[in-house]
């Protein structure tokens, strides 16, 4: 069966390369296509749309964007009514994601859409949940999501964290010599949050050297792009010596503990073990949108799914270099409250073989779509 997936950041691909491969178990003789960027391409998906510079943070980021993701969403919906596949999934991604099923609903597409990882998991959005609801079928992530989609009398499908069980945490490490150890510096993927982010942690590990003159660190990059603008500022800030290694997990590999941008990297790095310092800082404007959206006090995945504040969030103005280093000093003396939260967060996130049943789920829905 043919099976298109429709991705809008580098978080979105992960999950979309990991469900095909557990498809193609299923479904031996299954193609891709779909929307996405070099992990989809290198995984055999057939590209439509690189999707490389579509993502940005906040609605006043995104307006920029706007002409060029109606042009690509417009465009897609008329390809797939014109030749439906099998089963279309839509993965995170919901401004676009969600325009686009209702579009192919209004052009009268009778297909199976499944949206994994559907808006507002943590928001309670009535409206949001009703309108994925009325074109999709919702496959979460998160119990959270679920129960309140069924609060609501909405269909919701849910088999725990399809990529949990695809990070083994490592062995617990005992603190590091107090006058050193290894810290990762995760500042994330777009060019605002490195711009805004990296100067911090960059002062931040400069201030920890202080008392830690044999502390080393390396900096994760996510592509071309992100390490031109890292390298630039690392020098800016007389660091230009500083390691900087592709990808989180090359990053975190050998660190004691990360300074990481909350997102994807954040979940990624507690699943592997790692003890982690959150951070954020949007734009000033962006403060009061993001006021009116957020319903608990954290925003962190680990910190949510847990309701419980087991990893610190430094967030706009209180993620100054100072307190940077206070904290990440106080993790590397003493990450054992961490290590702790790990195992409850492994459990909450369900049970081992959530992959595969999400995968399940999509080719059931591939051959109910193909048998009506």
Same mark, same amino acid.
């Given at each position: 069966?043919?099976?298109?997936?429709?991705?809008?950041?580098?978080?979105?691909?992960?999950?979309?390369?990991?469900?095909?491969?557990?498809?193609?178990?299923?479904?031996? *003789?299954?193609?891709?296509?779909?929307?996405?960027?070099?992990?989809?391409?290198?995984?055999?998906?057939?590209?439509?749309?690189?999707?490389?510079?579509?993502?940005?943070?906040?609605?006043?980021?995104?307006?920029?964007?706007?002409?060029?993701?109606?042009?690509?969403?417009?465009?897609?919906?008329?390809?797939?009514?014109?030749?439906?596949?099998?089963?279309?999934?839509?993965?995170?991604?919901?401004?676009?994601?969600?325009?686009?099923?209702?579009?192919?609903?209004?052009?009268?597409?009778?297909?199976?859409?499944?949206?994994?990882?559907?808006?507002?998991?943590?928001?309670?959005?009535?409206?949001?949940?009703? @309108?994925?609801?009325?074109? /999709?079928?919702?496959?979460?992530?998160?119990?959270?999501?679920?129960?309140?989609? #069924?609060?609501?009398?909405?269909?919701?499908?849910?088999?725990?964290?399809?990529?949990?069980?695809?990070?083994? @945490?490592?062995?617990?490490?005992?603190?590091?010599?107090?006058?050193?150890?290894?810290?990762?510096?995760?500042?994330?993927?777009?060019?605002?949050?490195?711009?805004?982010?990296?100067?911090?942690?960059?002062?931040?590990?400069?201030?920890?050297?202080?008392?830690?003159?044999?502390?080393?660190?390396?900096?994760? @990059? @996510?592509?071309?792009?992100?390490?031109?603008?890292?390298?630039?500022?690392?020098?800016?800030?007389?660091?230009?010596?500083?390691?900087?290694?592709?990808?989180?997990?090359?990053?975190?590999?050998?660190?004691?503990?990360?300074?990481?941008?909350?997102?994807?990297?954040?979940? *990624?790095?507690?699943?592997?073990?790692?003890?982690?310092?959150?951070?954020?800082?949007?734009?000033?404007?962006?403060?009061?949108?993001?006021?009116?959206?957020? #319903?608990?006090?954290?925003?962190?995945?680990?910190?949510?799914?847990?309701?419980?504040?087991?990893?610190? *969030?430094?967030?706009?103005?209180?993620?100054?270099?100072?307190?940077? /280093?206070?904290?990440?000093?106080?993790?590397?003396?003493?990450?054992?409250?961490?290590?702790?939260?790990?195992?409850?967060?492994?459990?909450?996130?369900?049970?081992?073989?959530?992959?595969?049943?999400?995968?399940?789920?999509?080719?059931?829905?591939?051959?109910?779509?193909?048998?009506?």
């Amino acid at each position: 069966m043919r099976y298109f997936f429709s991705t809008g950041e580098p978080s979105g691909e992960l999950l979309a390369v990991a469900l095909a491969g557990e498809i193609r178990a299923l479904d031996p *003789e299954a193609t891709f296509e779909g929307i996405g960027s070099t992990r989809m391409r290198e995984a055999g998906f057939a590209l439509w749309r690189d999707n490389q510079g579509w993502a940005s943070i906040g609605p006043i980021a995104a307006i920029p964007r706007i002409p060029k993701l109606l042009h690509a969403m417009y465009r897609t919906a008329a390809r797939l009514a014109k030749r439906p596949p099998d089963l279309v999934v839509l993965v995170d991604f919901g401004a676009f994601n969600l325009r686009l099923a209702k579009t192919l609903r209004a052009r009268r597409y009778a297909g199976p859409i499944l949206d994994a990882l559907p808006p507002s998991a943590w928001t309670d959005n009535e409206k949001a949940a009703r @309108a994925v609801a009325a074109v /999709a079928v919702p496959l979460t992530a998160f119990r959270r999501q679920q129960a309140f989609y #069924r609060r609501l009398g909405l269909p919701v499908a849910y088999f725990g964290h399809p990529l949990a069980p695809g990070y083994a @945490a490592r062995a617990r490490r005992p603190a590091p010599p107090p006058d050193g150890g290894t810290v990762a510096l995760l500042p994330g993927s777009r060019t605002g949050e490195i711009t805004r982010l990296l100067p911090r942690l960059l002062e931040a590990y400069r201030l920890l050297r202080a008392t830690r003159p044999a502390l080393r660190a390396v900096v994760a @990059a @996510a592509d071309d792009a992100s390490e031109r603008t890292i390298r630039a500022l690392a020098r800016r800030a007389g660091m230009g010596e500083l390691p900087v290694v592709r990808g989180s997990a090359a990053a975190t590999a050998d660190a004691d503990a990360a300074w990481i941008a909350s997102g994807t990297a954040v979940l *990624e790095a507690v699943l592997s073990g790692v003890p982690t310092i959150a951070l954020y800082a949007l734009a000033p404007v962006l403060l009061p949108l993001a006021k009116r959206l957020m #319903r608990s006090p954290w925003i962190t995945l680990p910190n949510l799914v847990l309701d419980d504040a087991v990893i610190p *969030e430094l967030l706009q103005d209180a993620a100054t270099p100072a307190m940077l /280093a206070y904290v990440m000093d106080q993790t590397l003396r003493d990450p054992s409250y961490q290590y702790d939260a790990f195992e409850r967060l492994r459990a909450e996130l369900g049970p081992d073989d959530a992959l595969r049943s999400w995968a399940a789920f999509a080719v059931s829905l591939a051959l109910a779509g193909k048998a009506g």
